[in-house]
């Protein structure tokens, strides 16, 4: 049984393995969970007690397979709050995250599976993430970076990769939102901000920043 904490810090070692470094560094975790390495050192300790994390000194961290599953239940729990949250209770998508990061540590697997049912199963969270099933799989749609889009190229929104709240507030504020058509009108030579139009109807400007973090698919 993985405590609060245990859970968060081994959810955050599942992300940042996911950016293609098997072994992840101890100022890395430090750095997301905005913390000392000393901190990290002790609970690093604590999980590699449990064989969730294999851990060598100098080398880093590696999560284990009973590991991964660790986190992807934490995972699926947070996800599907967030579709409660967004259908059922009206939150907007910048509004959930928090609260399903509380949430995300209700023990109840039975409590989970009745409300993956009570939502019909969904297979993606409010910002597009993918919702692991009971057994740890994941559907992932195929997606690229609106900032990788030729000029007159357009793509649906699937999924956003900053989901804080000023981005999303942003997102909202020039009416871009999972499912908008999104075409590249022109791309400007000296900083790669890009002139779209959404819908078809609304044209605006945003930042190659912007663009790096709208995730569409063709």
Do not use: C
């Amino acid at each position: 049984m993985l405590s609060f904490a245990e859970e968060n810090y081994l959810k955050t070692i599942y992300h940042l393995s996911l950016g293609g470094e098997k072994n992840v560094s101890t100022n890395a975790i430090a750095d997301t969970l905005n913390t000392k390495p000393a901190s990290v050192t002790d609970m690093i300790r604590k999980l590699s007690k449990k064989s969730v994390i294999n851990y060598k000194r100098y080398r880093g961290v590696e999560i284990s397979e009973d590991g991964k599953k660790e986190a992807l239940k934490v995972i699926r729990k947070h996800r599907l709050w967030e579709v409660f949250l967004v259908e059922k209770l009206k939150f907007s998508w910048d509004e959930v995250h928090v609260v399903a990061e509380q949430l995300e540590h209700i023990k109840s697997p039975l409590l989970i599976k009745r409300l993956d049912e009570f939502l019909g199963f969904p297979k993606f969270d409010p910002h597009g993430d993918p919702i692991p099933d009971e057994n740890g799989e994941i559907l992932n749609k195929p997606k690229v970076a609106l900032s990788k889009l030729e000029v007159n190229e357009q793509g649906i929104v699937v999924a956003v990769k900053d989901s804080s709240s000023l981005f999303l507030q942003y997102l909202d504020k020039i009416g871009a939102y999972l499912g908008a058509k999104i075409k590249v009108n022109d791309r400007i030579a000296f900083d790669g901000s890009l002139e779209i139009t959404i819908d078809n109807k609304k044209t605006v400007f945003i930042s190659k920043e912007v663009a790096e973090n709208i995730l569409v698919t063709d």
